[in-house]
C-alpha cells in the first residue's frame, strides 16, 4: 500500500479476487492513475475504492495472431473493418491483438502494412504479423498456394519497412530456397520469427532455430504430425526455448495433445480467428478463398481443411481449463504475460506498476463481465 497519499484523480478499483505477476491474491486492488496502472496489492486499498467488483479480476487478454472477427478482416488494412476486428475481440476481452495477415502479393502486402502501421502508431493495434508468403505450398492450410513464394532479401526489407517499425512477428516455412538467410534479417530487425506452415524435416527446424527462429506458429497444425522416426518441426520445436502457439478451440487441436505439448512457460494461446468470429454462420473470405462456416467451424469451400478459427480468448481459456485441465493461472498467463512477452509487447499483458490498465472481470465460470481498456470501461454490446 503506498505511504503517500494518491495522485489528484487516480481510482481505485477492488476486486474479490485479482490476477498478479506473484499469483491470484484475494480481496485484490490495483489504482489507476489515467490510462496506467500505479500499484496493485491485496488486503486494505489504499483508498475508498471508486469501484468495487465480486469476481476475479486479470490482465486483459493479448491475442497475438488473429486474422478478423465481427464479419470483417485485418486484410487490407481498411481503419473501418481494423475497427470492427479490435471492438469485436475487445468486447471478449482481448485488449491487445497483433493484426495476422494471408499471404498475398508483395505488392498487396506492403499495402496493408503500411495502413496497418498508421494504426499502430495510434494504439489501434498491437502490431503486425505475417502469416505468409514465405510458406510451404506443401502445408498452405487456408492461404492460396499461388501466392506462396520463398524469401528473397529485397521483398524481406521491402515489408520490414513498409511496417514501419510495428513488423513484431513473421511466420516462415524454413526449408525454403533463401529462409536461414531471412530469418537472420528479420531477427537483427527485431522481428519474431515463428516456424509455421512447413514441410521441414526435425534438422531445417532445428537450423532454424539457431538462425534466431523462437516461436511456432499454431504447433501440430500445417506442419508434419509427429512420428518416432521422422520426429519433424514438432519434436524440435517442444524440446527447444521457443515460444509455442497453440488454437485451443476444440477443433484446431485435441484436449489431450493441448496438455500433452503444454509448456506453462513459453505456451501462447491464440484464436488464429477470421472475420466469423463474434459473427454468424455463413459465407466467408480468408484472403482470397471462400470460407464456409457450420456450427461455427470454419473450412475452405474448396477443399474442406480449417480455415482459421472463430474462438475468442475467453473461449480458448475455457477450454484449456476446463478440457485439457490446465490449471488457471497458467491458462491466464497464456492469454496474458506469455504472448506480450513472446512479442514483447510493452506494458501488456501484467497488473503492475507502468502497465497501460487494461483489465477483464470474469465469472465463477470465467465468462467475460466487465473489460477496462486503458483506465476506461469498455461499453459491451
Given at each position: 500500500?503506498?505511504?503517500?497519499?494518491?495522485?489528484?484523480?487516480?481510482?481505485?478499483?477492488?476486486?474479490?479476487?485479482?490476477?498478479?505477476?506473484?499469483?491470484?491474491?484475494?480481496?485484490?486492488?490495483?489504482?489507476?492513475?489515467?490510462?496506467?496502472?500505479?500499484?496493485?496489492?491485496?488486503?486494505?486499498?489504499?483508498?475508498?475504492?471508486?469501484?468495487?467488483?465480486?469476481?476475479?479480476?486479470?490482465?486483459?487478454?493479448?491475442?497475438?495472431?488473429?486474422?478478423?472477427?465481427?464479419?470483417?478482416?485485418?486484410?487490407?488494412?481498411?481503419?473501418?473493418?481494423?475497427?470492427?476486428?479490435?471492438?469485436?475481440?475487445?468486447?471478449?476481452?482481448?485488449?491487445?491483438?497483433?493484426?495476422?495477415?494471408?499471404?498475398?502479393?508483395?505488392?498487396?502486402?506492403?499495402?496493408?502494412?503500411?495502413?496497418?502501421?498508421?494504426?499502430?502508431?495510434?494504439?489501434?493495434?498491437?502490431?503486425?504479423?505475417?502469416?505468409?508468403?514465405?510458406?510451404?505450398?506443401?502445408?498452405?492450410?487456408?492461404?492460396?498456394?499461388?501466392?506462396?513464394?520463398?524469401?528473397?532479401?529485397?521483398?524481406?526489407?521491402?515489408?520490414?519497412?513498409?511496417?514501419?517499425?510495428?513488423?513484431?512477428?513473421?511466420?516462415?516455412?524454413?526449408?525454403?530456397?533463401?529462409?536461414?538467410?531471412?530469418?537472420?534479417?528479420?531477427?537483427?530487425?527485431?522481428?519474431?520469427?515463428?516456424?509455421?506452415h512447413t514441410d521441414a524435416t526435425y534438422d531445417q527446424t532445428r537450423a532454424a532455430l539457431d538462425a534466431g527462429a523462437s516461436a511456432a506458429t499454431h504447433l501440430f497444425n500445417a506442419m508434419p504430425p509427429l512420428h518416432h522416426r521422422d520426429p519433424g518441426p514438432v519434436a524440435a520445436l517442444l524440446e527447444s526455448s521457443a515460444y509455442l502457439?497453440?488454437?485451443?478451440?476444440?477443433?484446431?487441436?485435441?484436449?489431450?495433445?493441448?496438455?500433452?505439448?503444454?509448456?506453462?512457460?513459453?505456451?501462447?494461446?491464440?484464436?488464429?480467428?477470421?472475420?466469423?468470429?463474434?459473427?454468424?454462420?455463413?459465407?466467408?473470405?480468408?484472403?482470397?478463398?471462400?470460407?464456409?462456416?457450420?456450427?461455427?467451424?470454419?473450412?475452405?469451400?474448396?477443399?474442406?481443411?480449417?480455415?482459421?478459427?472463430?474462438?475468442?480468448?475467453?473461449?480458448?481459456?475455457?477450454?484449456?481449463?476446463?478440457l485439457a485441465g490446465i490449471p488457471l493461472p497458467e491458462g491466464l498467463a497464456a492469454v496474458t504475460s506469455t504472448p506480450a512477452a513472446m512479442l514483447r509487447l510493452p506494458g501488456v499483458g501484467r497488473i503492475e506498476p507502468g502497465a497501460w490498465a487494461d483489465l477483464v472481470e470474469l465469472s465463477d465460470d470465467l465468462q467475460v463481465d466487465r473489460?477496462?481498456?486503458?483506465?476506461?470501461?469498455?461499453?459491451?454490446?
Open positions: 500500500m503506498p505511504d503517500q497519499p494518491l495522485p489528484l484523480g487516480a481510482r481505485v478499483l477492488a476486486a474479490g479476487a485479482l490476477a498478479l505477476p506473484s499469483g491470484i491474491v484475494v480481496d485484490g486492488w490495483v489504482v489507476i492513475d489515467g490510462k496506467r496502472v500505479l500499484t496493485a496489492g491485496s488486503g486494505t486499498p489504499p483508498e475508498r475504492p471508486s469501484w468495487s467488483v465480486a469476481g476475479l479480476v486479470v490482465p486483459g487478454f493479448v491475442d497475438v495472431h488473429v486474422h478478423g472477427g465481427g464479419g470483417a478482416s485485418f486484410d487490407g488494412g481498411s481503419p473501418e473493418a481494423v475497427a470492427r476486428v479490435v471492438e469485436t475481440h475487445l468486447d471478449h476481452g482481448t485488449t491487445s491483438v497483433v493484426a495476422s495477415l494471408v499471404s498475398d502479393s508483395i505488392d498487396a502486402l506492403a499495402a496493408s502494412c503500411a495502413s496497418l502501421a498508421t494504426l499502430a502508431d495510434r494504439g489501434v493495434v498491437a502490431g503486425i504479423h505475417l502469416e505468409g508468403p514465405w510458406l510451404s505450398p506443401r502445408r498452405a492450410g487456408a492461404h492460396e498456394a499461388g501466392r506462396l513464394i520463398a524469401p528473397t532479401p529485397g521483398d524481406v526489407a521491402r515489408l520490414i519497412e513498409a511496417a514501419g517499425g510495428h513488423l513484431r512477428m513473421v511466420t516462415i516455412a524454413p526449408e525454403l530456397p533463401g529462409a536461414l538467410q531471412a530469418i537472420s534479417t528479420l531477427v537483427a530487425a527485431g522481428v519474431v520469427v515463428a516456424v509455421g502457439e497453440l488454437v485451443a478451440d476444440g477443433v484446431h487441436v485435441h484436449p489431450a495433445m493441448l496438455a500433452l505439448a503444454w509448456r506453462p512457460d513459453r505456451t501462447a494461446l491464440v484464436t488464429d480467428a477470421m472475420a466469423a468470429a463474434g459473427a454468424a454462420d455463413g459465407e466467408y473470405h480468408l484472403g482470397g478463398l471462400s470460407v464456409g462456416v457450420r456450427d461455427g467451424v470454419a473450412r475452405l469451400a474448396s477443399t474442406g481443411a480449417i480455415a482459421g478459427s472463430t474462438a475468442t480468448l475467453g473461449d480458448s481459456l475455457r477450454t484449456a481449463t476446463s473489460v477496462m481498456r486503458r483506465g476506461a470501461w469498455v461499453p459491451l454490446s
